[in-house]
């Protein structure tokens, strides 16, 4: 017999969404009767004039489990029947408030277990305890966590707590570019609170219309506001190398050709501009992919290849006149380039 089965039981699903749903029902019922438009919510049954409280959503969770019952581990979990169907998987973004939201096992407290989807949790007051199962942390106002599909995790808010959290589907969060954090985001949301907020209430109106061209975007810009409260991104922003410096790639380029065949070195070459190898390998690398002694190799070869086609001088000549240190050298490089000897080379551009 599963757990939904059983007939004494007369709460919601601890651990699930559902007591929020139980709730609006059982207010939209008391304010207006005749919607019918919650019907199929699986509310629990509560007896007239009796009011809903944090002790009553929580009692399930407090109180010890009968002794007559079955082990954990051996509860199974059917879905909820809406209109004589399973409920699907949810494919797009629910918004829940931060107090209606506890997960774990039915353990008292309750152990992590995986949710298939990515969980952002962002409080506002109080405090949300989130354990892991090697870790356990205690989220404050203004701390925000995103939490990736198919980890374990349990969470408890404290009372008093308020916030809120955002269940982002894994074919949703294939949308963003850039990717959402593969490694999760704990962060302070700081002043960014207002603009993550819309941009939350924004995609969960959107992910109503599995159609909606705007989906792409708001999950763009979600995933931008993640980024901009990561601190690890943010350090690997300001580690990034500066703009690669043009002009001087420009110079030292001309300089290398004017003297491929008087062996001058990388550094004596960065002397003469005024700079280092170190700095001058960092702007050929930005600008052009290449260290700078890579650059004098192109160069060396884009002359010999333009002698051999325009020219009658010998291979060894040219060898001599590029500044490679013998013929047999010149060969070998030229080889590993074009895969042909010089000669052969010439003939065949011939």
């Known amino acids: 017999m599963s757990l939904h089965e059983r007939p004494n039981w007369s709460h919601v699903f601890p651990f699930s969404p559902s007591r929020l749903r139980a709730i609006n029902h059982f207010r939209s019922t008391i304010e207006n009767p005749s919607d019918t438009s919650n019907a199929d919510v699986n509310a629990p049954q509560i007896p007239d004039g009796h009011s809903l409280n944090s002790a ?15 082990p954990a581990e051996k509860l199974t979990r059917r879905p909820v ?14 918004l ?20 298939p989807d990515h969980t952002l949790i962002w409080v ?14 205690i989220m404050r106002a203004g701390d925000l966590r995103l939490i990736p599909a198919g980890t374990a995790f349990a969470a408890l808010p404290g009372p008093n707590a308020c916030g809120h959290v955002a269940l982002i589907s894994v074919a949703l969060a294939a949308h963003a570019s850039p990717p959402l954090p593969d490694r999760g985001l704990s962060a302070h949301i700081g002043q960014h609170g207002p603009r993550f907020l819309a941009t939350l209430n924004d ?3 959107e ?8 989906i792409a975007c708001l999950m763009n810009l979600l995933a931008l506001r993640l980024g901009q409260l990561d601190p690890e991104r943010r350090r690997t922003q300001a580690q990034s190398p500066p703009q690669p410096d043009r002009p001087l790639v420009e110079r030292f380029i001309a300089l290398a050709s004017q003297s491929l065949g008087c062996c001058d070195l990388v550094a004596d070459m960065a002397q003469k501009l005024g700079t280092t190898t170190a700095i001058l390998d960092r702007s050929c690398i930005a600008a052009r992919g290449q260290r700078a002694i890579q650059l004098v190799y192109q160069l060396r070869l884009e002359r010999a290849v333009d002698l051999l086609r325009n020219t009658e001088q010998p291979p060894a000549r040219i060898a001599t006149e590029l500044g490679y240190t013998s013929h047999a050298h010149f060969t070998r490089a030229f080889v590993a380039a074009t895969g042909r000897v010089p000669e052969i080379f010439r003939a065949q551009s011939r």
Do not use: C, K, Y
């Not at 029947?81 to 629910?94: D, E, F, H, K, S």
């Not at 007051?125 to 942390?137: L, S």
């Not at 992910?207 to 705007?214: D, H, I, N, Q």
């Open 56 to 70: 009553d959503l929580l009692s399930p969770l407090l109180q010890p489990a009968p002794s007559n019952s079955r």
């Open 81 to 94: 029947a809406r209109a004589g169907r399973p409920v699907a998987r949810q494919t797009g973004l629910r």
């Open 96 to 115: 829940l408030p931060l107090e209606a939201f506890i997960w774990g096992s039915v353990a008292v407290p309750p152990q992590p277990r995986t949710r």
């Open 124 to 137: 506002t007051q109080g405090r949300m305890q989130v354990d892991f199962p090697r870790r356990h942390q």
């Open 203 to 205: 995609l969960a109106v």
């Open 207 to 214: 992910a109503r219309s599995p159609e909606s061209a705007t």
